[in-house]
């Protein structure tokens, strides 16, 4: 029904972008930790996208690649995992490495993941694991962003006055940079060097 939106960013909230586009302002749900660095206001963005239509609601779910779309729909396939449980799990992991983990059967991957217990963990490796194929020789799943947040930087991040989005962006961001076993004055540091950008 609406394949993707093309326009500008008028509003960064919590887990979504409002895009003028037309003339209309439209909220879509994003991967926002995904998005590095995050869109500045007035910036043209693309987003593939997906609408859920229910009685109660219309929402528009976005996302900067056409892999992250396909595998939030085989994501969304699962039963007993809703759209927003599945733009977690985006939001949580690129796409390559919901593959893997899913080739891999790799529940504790997905159980790292808020609002995923060891039981829809196990539901989503059944029921997809014939969805993304065997494991391809060498493949290993890359580090999920979820183990690389510091929760000591979040907070000194959320009295900075950013929001949980963002703080999520900036806090796998800099833990990327500054690599495992960074102390948290770097990881600081080097998260308010790329807010700054």
């Known amino acids: 029904m609406l394949a993707f939106v093309n326009g500008k960013v008028f509003a960064v909230e919590d887990d979504a972008l409002i895009i003028e586009a037309g003339g209309f302002g439209l909220t879509v749900q994003t991967p926002l930790a995904m998005m590095r660095p995050l869109p500045r206001l007035g910036e043209s963005v693309m987003l593939y996208t997906y609408l ?16 992250q779309l396909e595998v939030f729909k085989l994501l969304f396939s699962v039963s007993g995992i ?9 939001n949580a992991m690129p796409a390559a ?3 893997a983990a899913v080739r891999q059967g790799d ?8 609002g995923i217990g060891k039981k829809t963990a196990q539901r989503l490796l059944l029921e997809l694991k014939d ?3 065997k494991p391809q020789e060498g493949e290993t799943a890359a580090a999920s962003p979820v183990s690389l947040i510091n929760n000591d930087l979040l907070a000194v991040l959320a009295q900075l006055g950013y929001g949980g989005s963002e703080a999520r962006a900036l806090a796998i961001s800099a833990a990327e ?3 495992p076993g960074a102390s948290d004055s770097a990881l600081i540091r080097e998260a308010l060097r790329l807010a700054a950008k």
């Open 97 to 99: 490495a919901v593959a």
């Open 177 to 179: 940079k500054c690599g």
């Open 107 to 114: 529940a504790e991957r997905f159980c790292a993941v808020p």
């Open 52 to 67: 859920q239509v229910r009685e109660d609601a219309w929402t528009l779910f976005g996302f900067l690649e056409r892999e």
């Open 131 to 133: 969805k993304f194929g």
């Open 82 to 90: 809703g759209a927003k449980t599945a733009l977690s799990v985006i």
